[in-house]
DNA sequence: CTGGGGAAGGGGCCC
DNA sequence: AGGGCCCCTTCCCCA
């Protein structure tokens, strides 16, 4: 699944939202930063100013279902409530549903429309599908809860649950509508918007926002890097850049 | 081209 | 069971 999937963009590729802007109007919307799950939850325009105001386009279940009829919302009633919606996790919804919405680039012949995941056996209709994944045996049967939306599958409904959190997308970001999946992703992204670095490096002065990327400046200070080209020796400080560097054609000398 | 920072995604573990 | 957190990874952008 590519890195960006389903998480609403308001800014088109290549553009950042101006931070600065935006950590001004912090101040103002502080109290509105952070909501838990509920979505639609964007203030108005008189509330954030134009700087950190987008359109409303809040990824909630009518956007969802606008998307992808059939898909992810579409089935919600109409009252219910915001937040996730996990109704979709109900046995009886997971075996007589297709899958969810099928990225129009990749949509395969119509005569194999259904692919089993675990074989890449494909089928023409999802009946024939469920069918086929009853024929596998107790130990793969027993990796059976499956995701509606895509093809996914896990061994705990805990783990769907979490996966579906990446189609459902719960956690709205108030300040620039942006929709994440759990609410500590959406915590880091608030990060960006206050400027807050709780992680600061021991060896020099400079802060981090995440862990992750604190660990991986972390990897600068240090004279041998942790990912080596098996081919030339040399060591990088990510992985990304060991990659990088194999796929442009290692020399095979430094 | 390379290295590094920033942002974000997912799986897994623990409480 | 669910939430929080950790860790790893990826992608984009910029100097």
């Known amino acids: 699944m590519p890195r960006s999937f389903l998480v609403k963009k308001h800014f088109s590729a290549g553009k950042k939202p101006n931070y600065s802007e935006l950590e001004r109007q912090a101040a103002v ?7 838990p799950c509920p ?34 919302g579409s089935e919600a009633a109409p009252g219910a409530g915001p937040g996730l919606e996990l109704t979709a996790l109900s046995s009886e919804e997971d075996e007589g549903k297709s899958s969810g919405p099928p990225s129009p680039a990749s949509a395969p012949p119509a005569g194999e429309r259904f ?13 024939g599908l469920s069918k086929h994944k009853q024929s596998h045996c107790d130990a793969q049967a027993r990796k059976s809860f499956s995701c ?35 609410p500590w992703l959406l915590q880091g992204h608030i990060r960006t918007h206050t ?51 194999e796929e442009t054609g290692c020399s095979g000398s430094r």
């Open 39 to 72: 979505l639609a939850v964007i203030p108005p325009p008189e509330v954030l100013g134009p700087g950190a105001y987008y359109p409303p386009l809040v990824w909630d279940a009518g956007l969802l279902s606008s998307l992808f009829p059939g898909g992810p």
């Open 148 to 182: 509606k939306y895509c093809e996914k599958e896990y061994v705990s409904l805990g783990a769907l649950k979490m996966h579906i959190r990446s189609h459902t997308l719960p956690c709205v970001c108030k300040m620039c509508g942006k929709a994440f999946s759990r």
């Open 195 to 245: 400027g807050e670095k709780p992680f600061s490096c021991t060896h020099c002065s400079r802060a981090f926002a995440d862990r992750s990327n604190l660990r991986a400046h972390l990897q600068t200070h240090s004279d041998v890097k942790k990912y080596q080209c098996k081919t030339c020796s040399r060591t990088f400080s990510r992985m990304s850049l060991l990659h990088k560097h």
């Open 115 to 127: 692919r089993c995941a675990r074989c890449a056996r494909a089928f023409s209709t999802f009946a």
């Open 29 to 35: 919307a502080a109290p509105l930063l952070y909501e």
